[in-house]
């Protein structure tokens, strides 16, 4: 076993990397938040980011954020269950991470292919009468896409949970004259509660900030933080309000971590 020097030793590549990639941007961009565009110290950006437009923009970001970690909760759970009673769980487990090892752009490029009108999917209605359809750049497409995307870091969890439930405290709740619903109700759902809000997290916190997908699958009909953030640094050159909304989000995601994170019964992170 290492002693207390030796590990404060080992200890100084991860402060040195915390600083130089995560403690210092951070700090630079509250710097940048903190400045006009003629780089004087003002709060001209905070008050700007308050006002109507960008609290709109605020609220519809948070709107598509929960359709799509509910959308991904809702598959998620039972499938979950269904791959932890599986004899092919392995398997099945490794079908549905394999899509993450795809670059993010690849898979939205694969659905532009898919949903687009010369696509599959209308070669297809076409064929059956029902003819060509819009499917791209609106709400529907852009919160399918992205629960496809999101999927994977949701049942992961999920998974985690419900797979180290003991077997025998399920079937003591159906020897003592529970059914089904009371068992899931009182046995499933609370032991399995911690993987529900880790995958939460994971789910939500990016989906609040995805500028990729919104750009490509909903043409822009839907502008969340992220594609601002996008825009600001990138075509506006206000790096400012760029920063200020990137701060936001920033507080926020922090927030949803301390309220999703909880600790075992042993004091210990889980």
Not at 6 to 33: H, K, N, T
Not at 243 to 258: D, E, G, R
């Amino acid at each position: 076993m290492f002693d207390k020097k030796s590990r404060s030793f080992f200890m100084i590549p991860y402060i040195i990397w915390m600083l130089m990639f995560v403690i210092f941007p951070i700090l630079l961009i509250l710097y940048y938040s903190l400045h006009d565009s003629n780089g004087e110290w003002s709060l001209v950006n905070y008050k700007e980011f308050f006002g109507k437009t960008y609290m709109w923009m605020t609220f519809y970001s948070f709107w598509y954020a929960f359709i799509i970690t509910l959308v991904c909760l809702i598959i998620s759970y039972p499938l979950a269950i269904i791959i932890s009673r599986s004899k092919y769980k392995e398997i099945l487990l490794l079908l549905l991470i394999l899509p993450t090892w795809i670059n993010i752009l690849l898979k939205t490029y694969a659905f532009i292919g898919l949903f687009g009108k010369q696509g599959t999917i209308n070669s297809f209605l076409e064929y059956i009468g029902v003819g060509t359809q819009s499917l791209l750049f609106n709400s529907f497409s852009f919160v399918f896409v992205s629960a496809y995307i999101f999927m994977p870091f949701m049942l992961l969890p999920i998974y985690n949970a419900v797979s180290g439930i003991n077997k025998n405290v399920i079937d003591a709740s159906y020897d003592l004259g529970a059914d089904l619903k009371t068992t899931f109700r009182k046995i499933i759902l609370p032991l399995s509660m911690e993987g529900v809000k880790t995958g939460i997290q994971v789910t939500f916190i990016p989906a609040l900030s995805i500028f990729m997908i919104t750009r490509l699958i909903a043409g822009n009909k839907i502008i969340n933080l992220g594609t601002a953030i996008e825009q600001h640094f990138l075509v506006t050159q206000n790096v400012g309000l760029g920063s200020t909304i990137a701060v936001f989000l920033i507080l926020i995601m922090a927030i949803i971590m301390i309220l999703t994170n909880t600790k075992n019964k042993l004091g210990g992170r889980k």
